[in-house]
C-alpha cells in the first residue's frame, strides 16, 4: 500500500508484520538491548564463531575481569550466549550464529564495511 508523507515522499506500508506476535517483539527488544553496549558488542565481535574463556576475553578486549564476567552473565542472561564449562574453565560462545549476522550487518551499516 502507498501514501503520501509530510513531505511529499511516497511511503510503501509494509503488507506484512515482520514480528507478529508481541512476546516476540519483547524477546527481541531484550536481546537487542543486551547487545547495545560498547563492550558487549566488542566481546561478540572477539568470539565470532569461536568460543572463549573469560580470561581470552579479558586479554582480547582489554579490561578488568569483573567488568568482563558482568558482561557476560547480561548476554548469557538474555540468550546471547552460551556456556559449557571443562574443569574450573567457563567457555562462551555465541548461541545463535545468526547474531553474528545481525553485527555483520550493524557494521555494514554504521562503518560503511562488510565482514
Known amino acids: 500500500m502507498r501514501h503520501s508523507s509530510e513531505r511529499g515522499f511516497i ?21 537487542l538491548k543486551s547487545i547495545a553496549h560498547p563492550l558487549r558488542l566488542k566481546i561478540l565481535c572477539v568470539l565470532g564463531e ?15 575481569q569483573s567488568n568482563i564476567s558482568q558482561h557476560l552473565a547480561i548476554l548469557r542472561e538474555k540468550g546471547v550466549l552460551v556456556t559449557r ?8 560462545r555465541v548461541g545463535d550464529q545468526r547474531t553474528l549476522q ?10 560503511g564495511t562488510g565482514a
Open 85 to 92: 564449562k571443562d574443569a574450573n574453565r567457563v567457555f562462551y
Open 50 to 64: 569461536q568460543e572463549a574463556c573469560v580470561q581470552e576475553i579479558v586479554e582480547a578486549v582489554g579490561t578488568s
Open 11 to 31: 511511503l510503501e506500508t509494509p503488507t506484512f508484520s515482520l514480528i507478529d506476535k508481541q512476546e516476540h517483539i519483547e524477546l527481541a527488544a531484550r536481546a
Open 102 to 111: 545481525l553485527v555483520s550487518m550493524m557494521r555494514e551499516v554504521f562503518c
